[in-house]
């Protein structure tokens, strides 16, 4: 099995509005059919073409007829933390699955965590997902449809105020389908996110940040977790290959608009990288960057083992970071009662495939 998924030419959740807009020129229909058929997917979450009840009924049959469909995954489970996190299980049309985050950000609102891969490559050593492997990479569609079933599951009058790309897998690892995904996602005919509300996190696959800098301007966020390569080499193997010297370099070229900062993910590890001295050997290696310091005490999950770090030393960490005049925050965890938090998602695919350094 590949790790590059077959794209459905047919399928109109993976067509861009130009293709759609050709489809109608070919079918003799006006170009604004194309307008109503993309808001019908992407706004209003339509997942057949019978749904779309103000497109002439012989355009639905010419479509129906020459195979086109809408949609490609279907909601599985839904677990429900008691912190009001939601997790959705979202079966994928070749029978694998990933799994989707809602989480509350106050009233009404969530942020969701999107997918982008079927496991991961990158064995970061805290994290369930990396003990999975890499099935394979998610299309655009698939992207684009969880935040459209993600709508579906909200409570009456909420809504998904931000999306983060945080789920399973690494994003930039299938970079041009999550860019793919952002058009919609930011298009005002579809989802309608402005690029600010939407964040791309990488474990730090440097030329990729480079290439992401100069084609979208969305939130940049670093899966960092170490203050010297000692001890990011031992937790996250892609260190070995993009070192912190060339990922804090492409960060300082990273074209980042005006007022904006980038968040740096630092997972804590009880008795790893949670020491003042780490603190203080963060805080110089971010020296000069504009940065949000955001810290996740780990989750336990059933993987090898780490501990939680005591409370005293998040407080502590805090603190010596906040002293230097970073802005520094304490994720707070949730959705621990449903295996929803941060490093934990993830069901057990197989069969793996093997992924070589070349893939990445
Ligand atoms: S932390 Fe992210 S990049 Fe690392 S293994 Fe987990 S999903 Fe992959």
Known sequence: MSIRP????????????????????????????????????????ARSLDEMTDLPKTLRGQLAEQGYTVGRVNLGKVAESVDGTRKLAVHLDDGAAVETVLIPMGENQFTQCLSSQVGCALDCQFCFTGTMGLSRHLTSGEIVDQVILGRQVLPEGARISHLVYMGMGEPLHNFDAVVSSLTPICHKDGLGYSHRRVTISTSGLVPQIERLGQTVPVNLAISLNAPNDEIRNEIMPINKRYNLKKLMEALREYPLPPRRKMTMEYVLLGGVNDSAEHAHELARLLKGLSVRINLIPWNPFSGPGYDRPAEENVRAFQDILLRKRYTVTVRVT???????ACGQLGERPDPLVQVTEGDI
């Open 334 to 340: 949730k959705g621990l009662d449903i295996d929803a």
């Open 6 to 45: 077959t794209i459905p030419e047919r399928n109109i959740t993976e067509m861009s509005l130009d293709a759609i807009q050709t489809l109608m020129e070919e079918l003799g229909q006006p170009r604004y059919r194309a307008g109503q058929i993309y808001r019908w997917v992407f706004q209003r979450g």
